[in-house]
């Protein structure tokens, strides 16, 4: 069975992240996020992706490399002007008969994709969406059914006023091959604004299934830095481990050199090469992207530094997120929330957010 992940979009709520690294590649735990992805379709027996992009392209493809990731064939579908969702499926996808399965590109879960794919085939459904339940479904598409599963609405960001339920689409879908030509070529087509509509009004088989697993967006920097919290305390089982060696709820990458009088406190997660200098103090749901350094008497708490990040002494960080080849200057504090862009420079004693 093949899979399409809508890996294109410029992920604008992930900014200033997004702006030096694509999305669907942002690290968790200092492992690029398609490669959580690639590793659960694979534990369902999916061996085929098509990778789904435009913006970033190039740097995806660098990152993944070759032909193959976590067991699985890759191939890429190139958009020159990104087509939506719907657009840039049918673009992507063979054409034939059959399931497949497609994704979007920012969702981590361990939802029993097999399951799905079974109920799919056995109801006889043409499309089947992945439900699940989230407090604000205005960040999302509101998705009512019947008690049966039969979907009767979709209605994609919707105002406060039209929220009638909980449930929302989990961007995993089982949807048979013969309904892509209903998709037009050659324009921008939404799959949530226009294609599930289409169905809806076709009459075609079209299903809802609530899951009950694990489910997140990673697309904003909340949700980015949760998500890692979340892998930290096994709240989402992945096939995927940090790299480095482990030693009880710490990873320590390669050639890292940690001194003596260092305190660290897991779970967290240290990058190959990372320097730690004495009186340095790491605290749980911390991640430390490779060459990262920690000068002398620096903190950090929850935060996540990409790679080649230096914290400069008696700096202090919590529950923020810094892209590659930040200078953090001598004892600023950067607090819950910030965001920092790739190689931004944090003077000595600044405090973030102001
Ligand atoms: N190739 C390609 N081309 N991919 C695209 C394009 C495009 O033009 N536009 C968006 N994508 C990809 C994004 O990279 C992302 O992986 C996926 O499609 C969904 O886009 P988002 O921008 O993340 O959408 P969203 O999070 O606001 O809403 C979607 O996901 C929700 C669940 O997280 C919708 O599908 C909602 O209905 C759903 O509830
Ligand atoms: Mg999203």
């Given at each position: ?137 205005t960040r999302y598409g509101l998705v009512e059914t019947e008690p049966d599963g039969r ?204």
């Amino acid at each position: 069975m093949q899979a399409v992940i809508l890996a294109g979009g410029q992920g604008t709520r992930l900014r200033p992240l997004t702006l030096t690294c694509p999305k669907p590649i942002v690290p968790l735990l200092n492992v690029p996020f398609l490669h959580y992805q690639l590793a659960w379709l694979r534990q369902h027996g999916i061996r085929e992706a098509v990778l789904a992009c435009s913006y970033g392209v190039d740097e995806i493809r660098r990152v993944l490399g070759g032909r193959h990731a976590a067991g699985i064939r890759l191939s890429y579908a190139i958009e020159r002007e990104p087509l939506g969702t719907a657009g840039a499926l049918r673009n992507a996808a063979d054409a034939g008969n059959g399931p497949l399965v497609v994704l979007n590109g920012d969702v981590l879960t361990d939802l029993d994709l097999s399951g799905v794919i079974r109920l799919h085939a056995e109801r006889g459904a043409q499309a089947t969406i992945s439900l699940t339940s989230v407090d604000d479904p205005t960040r999302y598409g509101l998705v009512e059914t019947e008690p049966d599963g039969r979907m009767l609405r979709f209605l994609e960001k919707p105002e406060p006023e039209h929220v009638t339920v909980q449930t929302i689409n989990a961007g995993v879908y089982i949807l048979e091959r013969t309904l892509l030509e209903l998709i037009p070529t050659g324009r921008v087509v939404s799959m949530e604004r226009e294609f599930f509509p289409e169905l809806l009004a076709r009459g075609i088989g079209f299903f809802g299934h609530t899951i009950s697993a694990y489910w997140l967006d990673i697309g904003n920097a909340e949700t980015y830095r949760q998500a890692q919290v979340d892998l930290l305390t096994g709240t989402v089982t992945t096939g995927v481990q940090p790299p480095g060696i482990r030693r009880g709820n710490l990873w320590i990458g390669d050639e890292s050199s940690i001194s003596a009088e260092a305190r660290l406190t897991g779970p967290a997660v240290i990058g190959r090469r990372a320097r730690l200098a004495s009186g340095c103090r790491v605290g749980p749901f911390s991640v430390l992207g490779d060459r990262t350094t920690m000068e002398r008497g620096s903190h950090i708490d929850g935060a996540v530094l990409w790679e080649d990040v230096r914290v400069g002494p008696g700096a202090r960080l919590s529950a923020c997120v810094v892209a590659d080849r930040c200078r953090i200057g001598a004892n600023a504090e950067i607090g819950p929330g910030a965001v920092l862009g790739a190689g931004s420079v944090v003077p000595d004693g600044a405090r973030l957010p102001a």
